[in-house]
């Protein structure tokens, strides 16, 4: 059955480091998430991507926080400059369609130290 | 105030008891999920729906629009069911979710 995948599984770095979390969607996925989940805590959204651009983003997301989808099969989640309170776990999802259900990767947990 | 309130929180049952976890909502939506969590933290899509009732094997949704609520029931619950068991409503048409806090079952043998 096909799956989305995410690399790392756990991302290990030094607070004011830049990391990219990566995620390879479903093939014939068409829109894009990325959510993250602090420990504890529920997962909050953070941005959803279609058709080469960002179409939603939240409050979170913020100058810090980039997405591309740099070859038509990894989308990517660039935190340019890491804080320690963006220590979580990072999940992507895609959808065929956005009134279908999302399919999660395993999640990349992130701990920035 | 959250826009998706879940409960119980916490939920403990023996296994064969019938389970039900409540989900209600204080925003217009277009659809509601249903997502399990597994202890080692990833994420399975259960249901989606936007009206009536939804059934897979064992586990059953229902919603009710006009009075902002879903419940999830598990039938003959089984220690395997262990899992937090997350509530998402979906606004707007890019299909963002806004997620409960989950509700953290366990079945006992």
């Known amino acids: 059955e096909p799956e989305v995948t995410q690399t790392p599984s756990h991302q290990v770095t030094q607070m004011g480091q830049e990391v990219i979390l990566r995620c390879v969607p479903i093939?014939?996925?068409?829109?894009f998430y990325w959510y993250r989940q602090i420990l504890g805590q529920k997962v909050e959204f953070l941005v959803s991507?279609?058709?080469?651009?960002?179409?939603?983003k939240s409050e979170i997301f913020d100058d810090q926080f980039s997405v591309e989808r740099p070859d038509g099969s990894n989308f990517t989640l660039k935190i340019r400059s890491t804080k320690l309170e963006d220590s979580a776990m990072y999940f992507c999802?895609?959808?065929?369609?956005?009134?279908?259900?999302?399919?999660f990767g395993a999640g990349t947990r992130l701990s920035v130290l | 105030k959250n826009e998706v309130e879940q409960s119980p929180q916490n939920l403990t049952a023996q296994e064969g008891e019938f389970i039900t976890i409540n989900c209600s909502y204080s925003?217009?939506?277009?659809?509601l999920h249903w997502l399990q969590q597994h202890p080692g933290g990833g994420i399975v899509s259960l249901f989606m729906?936007?009206?009536g009732k939804k059934k897979h094997g064992r586990l059953i949704a229902t919603i009710n629009i006009q009075e902002k609520h879903s419940s999830l029931h598990i039938t003959a619950s089984h220690p395997r069911d262990s899992a937090v068991y997350i509530c998402?409503?979906?606004?707007?048409?890019?299909?963002?979710?806004?997620f409960g806090k989950g509700t953290k079952l366990s079945v006992k043998p």
């Open positions: 999802a895609s959808t065929e369609d956005s009134k279908n259900i999302q399919y």
């Open positions: 093939s014939n996925h068409l829109y």
């Open positions: 991507f279609y058709n080469n651009e960002i179409s939603e």
């Open positions: 925003v217009g939506i277009s659809a």
């Open positions: 729906l936007s009206s």
């Open positions: 998402a409503v979906k606004r707007g048409s890019q299909g963002n979710l806004i």
